[in-house]
T-cell receptor
Framework: QQQVKQSPQSLIVQKGGISIINCAYE??????FPWYQQFPGKGPALLIA?????SEKKEGRFTISFNKSAKQFSLHIMDSQPGDSATYFC?????????????FGKGTLLTVNP | GAGVSQSPSNKVTEKGKDVELRCDPI?????LYWYRQSLGQGLEFLIY????????KSGLPSDRFSAERTGGSVSTLTIQRTQQEDSAVYLC????????????????FGPGTRLTVL
């Protein structure tokens, strides 16, 4: 059972465009939703994270939108740049489980063309 | 200081051999996690350490997999009698705590060990 479903699998965007990646979760106990960025040969790095008590969080060009009733959240990258080309993973965890182990989506390979 | 480090960066082994993968977490981080990243898949949780104890081993795929942590720092993931399906990138992450303020729970990942079982 895949607890976090991520789409699309790959995405091509022109420089300056908006990249949108969507995730849906099943476990209503999840209460922490981070997004990770991974470059080839590197480990994932935290990009931005949200708790379900807010519907949106923005950090620079990156915004998470969260819809608790639909159990969906998305990452928006504004003014996408070639340097944003990477694989993006959404994740979720249950702080009530007291260990914050992350359940990941399968990833989205983003390519930003110059 | 330095981030999470893992060694070796690459490991090629023959089917049936045992391998040990090492993780050095960020100094002072009490929580340590191992994940596995298979080709085309997301990251799968394997095991979580708080200090030297492992309260959650639920992701270990079989009894061929084991892990330990010593001194509240270095962790070793051991795979016995490796199989071809064990080929993957094994990632280690650490965080200041597990629980509490959200900022304490950010997991910092190492670069991973790419394991290839021939």
């Amino acid at each position: 059972q895949q607890q976090v479903k991520q789409s699309p699998q790959s995405l091509i965007v022109q420089k300056g465009g908006i990249s949108i990646i969507n995730c849906a979760y099943e476990n209503t106990a999840f209460d922490y939703f981070p997004w990770y960025q991974q470059f080839p040969g590197k480990g994932p790095a935290l990009l931005i994270a949200i708790r379900p008590d807010v519907s949106e969080k923005k950090e620079g060009r990156f915004t998470i939108s969260f819809n608790k009733s639909a159990k969906q959240f998305s990452l928006h990258i504004m003014d996408s740049q070639p340097g944003d080309s990477a694989t993006y993973f959404c994740a979720a965890s249950n702080s009530g489980g007291s260990n914050y182990k992350l359940t990941f989506g399968k990833g989205t390979l983003l390519t930003v063309n110059p | 200081g330095a981030g999470v480090s893992q060694s070796p960066s690459n490991k090629v082994t023959e089917k049936g051999k045992d391998v040990e993968l090492r993780c050095d977490p960020i100094s002072g981080h009490t929580a340590l996690y191992w994940y596995r990243q298979s080709l085309g898949q997301g990251l799968e949780f394997l095991i979580y350490f708080q200090g030297n104890s492992a309260p959650d081993k639920s992701g270990l795929p079989s009894d061929r997999f084991s892990a330990e942590r010593t001194g509240g720092s270095v962790s070793t993931l051991t795979i016995q009698r490796t199989q071809q399906e064990d080929s993957a990138v094994y990632l280690c992450a650490s965080s200041l705590l597990a629980g509490g303020p959200i900022s304490y729970n950010e997991q910092f990942f190492g670069p991973g060990t790419r394991l290839t079982v021939l």
